[in-house]
């Protein structure tokens, strides 16, 4: 029976997404975040659980990335479309942003079909992981919710949201290499830049909370350019 458990894990993941969904176009943002945490959580452990329990196989990997398509990859389009929304309704521009948007969840579908033919990818990640940036569109969507000024200017310019879609496609899709915390690699060097990396986080966390979700994820892109440049030169000298 405990076999089952990782399976269903993912299934929680799935569910959970499907209705942060709903819950984002029917206007409840706020509990569509506590399921997107669940999504979270749900995609953390399933691993951790087939690992733990050696079940791990062509199943599990494939719902896992079904499962990831849609939490973290139409989660955060639906969330720049509800950021928007005001805009789509108002005139013929903001419609055509309302499409666009959903490129997120093509990228984030494509990265995940990627993920699974590609064996390099134990030590680090080959581009932006889909719950990375799922993190900094959730943290957007918490800046809405506690009224922070600077979302509305994002809002309210067309080419700050068309920046973000460009950038989120490239980075999802792009071969640069990006720190994985589940990695057990202990080089020096990489947990050298794990721990830059956390006490970053805890500083945005204490001087910026309502910022910290989205910050969190541009910090780790910056310290992900580190690593990937560090590799290089290593592999060079």
Not at 34 to 47: E, H, N, P, T
Not at 77 to 104: P, R, W
Not at 214 to 233: K, R
């Amino acid at each position: 029976m405990l076999r089952h458990l990782p399976n269903a894990l993912t299934l929680l993941n799935l569910f959970s997404g499907s209705c942060a969904v709903i819950l984002l176009l029917q206007g409840y943002e706020l509990t569509a975040l506590y399921c997107l945490l669940v999504c979270g959580i749900a995609d953390f452990l399933d691993g951790l659980v087939a690992r733990a329990l050696k079940v791990s196989g062509d199943l599990g990997r494939e719902l896992d990335s079904i499962a990831d398509t849609i939490s973290f990859g139409l989660v955060p389009a639906a969330i720049l479309y509800v950021l928007n929304k005001d805009s789509i309704q108002a005139n013929s521009h903001g419609l055509s942003i309302a499409f666009v948007c959903f490129l997120i969840a093509v990228a984030s579908g494509l990265r995940l079909a990627l993920f699974n033919l590609d064996t390099r990818q134990h030590e680090h990640f080959i581009g932006l992981n889909t719950p990375m940036n799922t993190m900094f569109y959730a943290g957007l969507l918490v800046m809405k919710l506690n009224n922070y000024q600077g979302i509305e200017y994002f809002r309210e310019m067309g080419w700050p949201v068309y920046a973000c879609i460009i950038l989120t496609c490239f980075l999802l899709l792009s071969p640069i290499r990006m720190l994985n915390f589940k990695s057990g690699n202990s080089v020096s060097r990489t947990n050298s830049l794990r721990l830059l990396f956390a006490g970053g986080v805890g500083i945005l966390c204490i001087i910026a909370p309502i910022l910290a979700l989205s910050l969190t994820v541009v910090w780790y892109l910056i310290v992900s350019f580190l690593y990937h440049f560090n590799t290089l030169n290593k592999k060079t000298t």
